[in-house]
Every structure is written in C-alpha cells, then in structure tokens.
Nanobody, 124 residues
Framework: QVQLVESGGGLVQAGDSLRLSCAASGRTGSSRTMGWFRQAPGKEREFVAAISWSGSSTYYGDSVKGRFTISADNAKNTVYLQMNSLKPEDTAVYYC?????????????????WGQGTQVTVSS
C-alpha cells in the first residue's frame, strides 16, 4: 500500500499564495503519476494537476492553468502544488492521489491511493 499525507492548507485572502505538499510512503515503486484533485461543498471532485514522477510531464485543469504549478521531489517522495493568485472559487478540500498509469490523468477513478485531504479557504 501507499500512504499519502497532504499538508499546507489554510485560510488566505484572494490574491495570496499557498503551497501544498503531499508526502508519499510505503510501496511507492509502482506509482507513476501523482495528481491533485479538489472538492468544494456540493460540487463534484475536480482535477487540478498531475505530474509524472519522472517530472517529464505535467497536466493542469483549465481553471488553474497559469496560476498553479505542480512539482515533484523524487528524493523526498513528495509532490508540491504551488498555488498563486488564489481566488474564492479555489476554496475546497485538496486531495493528492497516486496512479500506476501515466495516461488519462484527469480521471480520478484511475488513482489507487488517496490522501486524507487538506482544506484551502480563500476569502474575498
């Protein structure tokens, strides 16, 4: 199994920045892609960003392109999500997840393990 622990969430104002971290442990050898998803109250889960552990490929949801950056530190088994120019509509619980595949990264169903989530709240 793989354990994922997110951190870095909090309450910020619109326009501020936050950096989320996701530390992976356990049997991480089969992990090929790390993704970030978010879910706001009353809304469906939304793909935010994904990265291959090799770092060669990154993907972003349309609503965060140009504002969020995903990165990975293989030595630390940690993935980061740098969130800039935050908006109130970015308010959600953010989850990291790991997939054994490198394709169709926007599909949450393809991710095998999920973290417990970290709350991000952006006030206007």
């Amino acid at each position: 199994q793989v354990q994922l622990v997110e951190s870095g969430g909090g309450l910020v104002q619109a326009g501020d920045s936050l950096r989320l971290s996701c530390a992976a442990s356990g049997r991480t050898g089969s992990s090929r892609t790390m993704g970030w998803f978010r879910q706001a109250p009353g809304k469906e889960r939304e793909f935010v960003a994904a990265i291959s552990w090799s770092g060669s490929s990154t993907y972003y949801g349309d609503s965060v392109k140009g504002r969020f950056t995903i990165s990975a530190d293989n030595a630390k088994n940690t993935v980061y999500l740098q969130m800039n120019s935050l908006k109130p509509e970015d308010t959600a619980v953010y989850y990291c997840a790991t997939s054994r595949t490198t394709g169709r990264v926007i599909l949450g169903a393809l991710y095998s393990y999920w973290g417990q989530g970290t709350q991000v709240t952006v006030s206007s």
